[in-house]
C-alpha cells in the first residue's frame, strides 16, 4: 500500500490546525500585553498599577499577574485579598494541544529559535518571538532542588510525565479553578473574601502551568518538598464567585531569592510558606484515594 498520500493529507491537516491555534497566540499575546501578563521590555509604566492593598506585604507597584500569593496564614474564612485571575478557561489550552507525532515534527529548543520563528512566520523582534524565546529558556533552565519537571508539548507527553511521578498503576486526577459566576464588568482583578476553605489530601502534587507558546505547551512539575493544596470557595466585590484552586509550598528554602513571590510578600527564602492560586487554564494532578 502507497502510505505517501496518507501522509501528505497528516502532514496537511497539521498544518491547518497550527494555522487556527496560531491565529489564537497572536491574539493571546496582544491581550496579555494589554493585560499586563507579559512584563513590557520597555518597562512602561501602564503595565504596572498601584492597588490599594488588604495584604499588609504588598504596598507597592507591582505587575498585576502576580496577584496571586499570598500566606498560609492569611487562608481564613472571612479574610479579604486582592487576587488577579486572567480571563482564560481550561478548555481553550487542551483544545489546542496536539498530538505527539505532530509536537515531536516541530523542533522545541532554543538551539533551533531561527528554524521555530520561520516555521511561525514570526519576525524576530515581534512580542511572539520574545514569548517563545522566554518559553524555551523557561524549560531549558534547570530544576531546582528536589525539582523534577517537564514542558509537555501533547497530553501524551504528559501522561508519560505523570506515571513517572506517580507511578504506572496509579490513577489520577486533575483540579482546576472555575468560575462559577462572573459580572458584567469582567473585572480580573478585584478583592475577594474567601467564603469556605477545603483541603485536597494528596501525598504527592503535580502543577501544570499554560506556557505562551504557537500551540499548547504546559509547564508541568513536582517538588519534592511538602505542598499542600486547597479548594477555596471567593466571593468578588463585583459580583464574580470563583472556585478557586490555591496551592502551598511549606519549604521555600531552595527558591532563588529572586523568585517575584518574595517579592510581593515581603519575605525571605524558607522564612514562611508561600501560597497561590491557579488562573483557570492552569491545573493540579492528585492521585486518587
Not at 489550552?93 to 498530538?99: G, N
Request: aromatic share 10%; glycine share 4%; hydrophobic share 35%.
Amino acid at each position: 500500500m502507497d502510505l505517501k498520500p496518507l501522509l501528505c493529507s497528516l502532514m496537511l491537516l497539521h498544518l491547518l490546525i497550527l494555522l487556527v491555534i496560531l491565529q489564537g497566540f497572536c491574539s493571546g499575546i496582544e491581550s496579555k500585553e494589554m493585560a499586563g501578563e507579559i512584563p513590557n521590555r520597555d518597562h512602561n509604566s501602564h503595565a504596572n498599577i498601584h492597588i490599594e492593598q488588604v495584604h499588609s506585604h504588598i504596598h507597592h507597584h507591582i505587575d498585576p499577574s502576580t496577584i496571586v500569593f499570598f500566606l498560609l496564614e492569611d487562608l481564613k474564612q472571612g479574610n479579604t485579598i486582592p487576587i488577579y485571575f486572567p480571563n482564560r478557561e481550561l478548555s481553550d489550552s487542551f483544545s489546542h494541544l496536539l498530538s505527539k507525532q505532530a509536537a515531536n515534527s516541530i523542533p522545541f529548543t532554543s538551539q533551533e529559535i531561527h528554524n521555530i520563528l520561520q516555521i511561525f512566520s514570526f519576525p524576530q523582534d515581534s512580542p511572539q518571538a520574545i514569548a517563545i524565546k522566554d518559553t524555551l529558556e523557561e524549560c531549558e533552565r534547570k530544576p531546582i532542588t528536589g525539582e523534577t519537571k517537564i514542558c509537555a508539548t501533547s497530553y501524551e507527553s504528559m501522561l508519560d510525565f505523570l506515571q513517572s511521578i506517580f507511578g504506572s498503576k496509579i490513577q489520577t486526577k486533575y483540579f482546576s479553578t472555575t468560575h462559577l459566576t462572573k459580572s458584567n464588568n469582567n473585572a480580573i482583578l478585584q478583592k475577594y473574601t474567601i467564603m469556605g476553605i477545603h483541603e485536597i489530601s494528596a501525598p504527592k502534587i503535580v502543577a501544570c502551568h499554560t506556557m505562551p507558546y504557537p500551540y499548547a505547551v504546559f509547564y508541568c512539575h513536582y517538588q519534592e518538598s511538602q505542598s499542600k493544596v486547597y479548594k477555596v470557595l471567593l466571593s468578588g466585590e463585583n459580583g464574580d464567585r470563583v472556585e478557586a484552586i490555591a496551592v502551598c509550598h511549606m519549604d521555600t528554602s531552595h527558591w532563588g531569592r529572586n523568585h517575584v513571590s518574595f517579592k510581593v510578600l515581603g519575605i525571605e527564602p524558607g522564612s514562611s510558606p508561600v501560597c497561590h492560586f491557579f488562573p483557570a487554564d492552569n491545573f493540579v494532578w492528585v492521585p486518587l484515594d
